[in-house]
């Protein structure tokens, strides 16, 4: 098929490539548009422009359908590993067992930070976030390994040290936060293992055991997470990385991005929203009805991309009804999120506007019957998209046609205005 789209201006045709993707998706190539006409496009937030072409992931919100490298989802979660899950995103294919091997291997062998990185959490007050704290420890690993500045997709090392490393930041991170010593990796755990074991060991608990069930509901959780096409923070991570970057500088940069509310930090406004309701009387169906008087903001329902349901949430409503059961947890704000996600499923104002459940929701009530702090969940999140983002990197500094983002704008502002002195200067009216 070699269809094109035209675009009349200034009484002149212009022909532009039609680009069809795997899945039937088109685009209008428009990367000769102002060069040829002189005009840009203008698309605040971007929603109708692609940045890029990937072989990373495909989203299909209308069918609810999230593909990594061609797998869907529901298999990856319930037969893959978070380490193999991220070994195909990052190298596109699935590992051989010698390949998953050797990779397991390099990341037991970048687990442990530089002993001098560890006084660095000694500079952070008490009370720093924890997002702030794993945005400028991952900085500052260029520091520490000076070889990395040159960005190079193919060193191993690199991405193995970074994926490894930001789990133990997380941990390390998490224990001083709570006045407790570090604890440090153990090599016999896996990679998901590994990180409950530097969450919750301290010295009154020094032979912890994480639950087989925890690590197995974190690996599903990690890999729910590991990417989500050109989000906020993918995006950024590419943004960054175009300049040369190295990739310590892009996955910090990525970190920041996803950080705010809208983004990383949606499952925590979902407990902070149950614990509202709950300081409130615990009334959900007076909840919902202010919702529906647009006086309440319902967090955790309804997805900017999926416009029938999350394919991802379908998968954690599952394993949080498990890990509830198996936990035996009695905890009011649970029983809360499940009167809110009844009323959703059965009341027509929800289901006409499709706010259904989506994983922020559920993540949210997994990451706190875990044991995970609220102030942790997007660190969490990070943690999952990690692979993600290193995959976008690697990708976009692969490309033949690599070129340094640089959005146009539409300036609005003042025209040509005189300099004055500033003792003849006047505020505006």
């Given at each position: 098929m070699n269809q094109k789209a035209k675009l009349e201006y200034d009484d002149k045709t212009y022909e532009m490539q039609i680009v069809e993707g795997s899945f039937a998706e088109r685009a209008i190539d428009i990367r000769s548009?102002?060069?040829?006409?002189?005009?840009?496009?203008?698309?605040?937030?971007?929603?109708?422009?692609?940045?890029?072409?990937?072989?990373?992931?495909?989203?299909?919100?209308?069918?609810?359908?999230?593909?990594?490298?061609?797998?869907?989802?529901?298999?990856?979660?319930?037969?893959?590993?978070?380490?193999?899950?991220?070994?195909?995103?990052?190298?596109?294919?699935?590992?051989?067992?010698?390949?998953?091997?050797?990779?397991?291997?390099?990341?037991?062998?970048?687990?442990?930070?530089?002993?001098?990185?560890?006084?660095?959490?000694?500079?952070?007050?008490?009370?720093?976030?924890?997002?702030?704290?794993?945005?400028?420890?991952?900085?500052?690993l260029s520091a520490y390994y000076p070889d990395s500045i040159e960005p190079d997709p193919s060193n191993k090392q690199d991405i193995a040290r970074l994926l490894s490393k930001l789990r133990t930041i997380a941990g390390f991170s998490y224990q001083k936060r709570q006045g407790r010593p570090v604890a440090y990796p153990k090599n016999d755990l896996d990679y998901c293992g590994n990180f409950l074991h530097m969450m919750f060991s301290h010295p009154a608990e020094p032979t912890y055991l994480p639950d087989p069930e925890l690590v197995n509901a974190l690996n599903v959780l990690l890999i729910l997470h590991a990417d989500h096409e050109q989000n906020c923070s993918s995006s950024t991570v590419r943004m960054v990385g175009s300049s040369q970057a190295n990739l310590y500088a892009a996955i910090s940069a990525g970190i920041s991005a996803l950080w705010g509310p809208l983004h990383g930090g949606a499952n925590q406004a979902v407990i902070d929203m149950l614990e509202e309701i709950r300081a409130e009387g615990g009334d959900s169906t007076a909840f919902m009805e202010q919702v529906k008087n647009r006086e309440r903001r319902l967090m955790g329902f309804g997805h900017r991309v999926y416009k029938?349901?999350?394919?991802?949430?379908?998968?954690?409503?599952?394993?949080?009804?498990?890990?509830?059961?198996?936990?035996?947890?009695?905890?009011?704000?649970?029983?809360?999120?499940?009167?809110?996600?009844?009323?959703?499923?059965?009341?027509?104002?929800?289901?006409?506007?499709?706010?259904?459940?989506?994983?922020?929701?559920?993540?949210?009530?997994?990451?706190?019957?875990?044991?995970?702090?609220?102030?942790?969940?997007?660190?969490?999140?990070?943690?999952?998209?990690?692979?993600?983002?290193?995959?976008?990197?690697k990708e976009m500094m692969e490309a033949p046609d690599v070129r340094i983002a640089r959005p146009r704008q539409i300036y609005m502002g003042a025209t040509q205005r005189d300099y004055m002195p500033r003792d003849s200067r006047r505020p505006p009216p």
């Open positions: 548009l102002r060069k040829d006409t002189g005009l840009i496009t203008l698309d605040s937030g971007y929603m109708n422009t692609g940045a890029t072409s990937s072989k990373i992931t495909y989203i299909n919100g209308e069918e609810g359908i999230l593909l990594y490298r061609g797998y869907p989802i529901k298999q990856l979660a319930e037969q893959s590993s978070f380490v193999e899950t991220s070994y195909l995103l990052i190298y596109g294919e699935l590992p051989t067992s010698a390949e998953l091997d050797e990779f397991s291997n390099l990341l037991t062998y970048h687990s442990m930070l530089h002993e001098d990185m560890r006084h660095l959490f000694d500079g952070f007050p008490s009370n720093a976030h924890p997002m702030a704290v794993l945005s400028s420890m991952v900085s500052a029938n349901f999350d394919p991802r949430a379908m998968i954690l409503k599952k394993y949080a009804d498990h890990l509830l059961a198996h936990l035996k947890i009695e905890d009011e704000l649970f029983d809360i999120a499940r009167q809110l996600e009844e009323v959703a499923l059965s009341d027509e104002y929800f289901i006409e506007r499709k706010l259904y459940p989506n994983v922020d929701f559920y993540s949210g009530i997994l990451y706190r019957a875990m044991g995970i702090p609220t102030e942790m969940f997007t660190v969490l999140f990070a943690l999952g998209r990690i692979p993600g983002w290193i995959a976008h990197w």
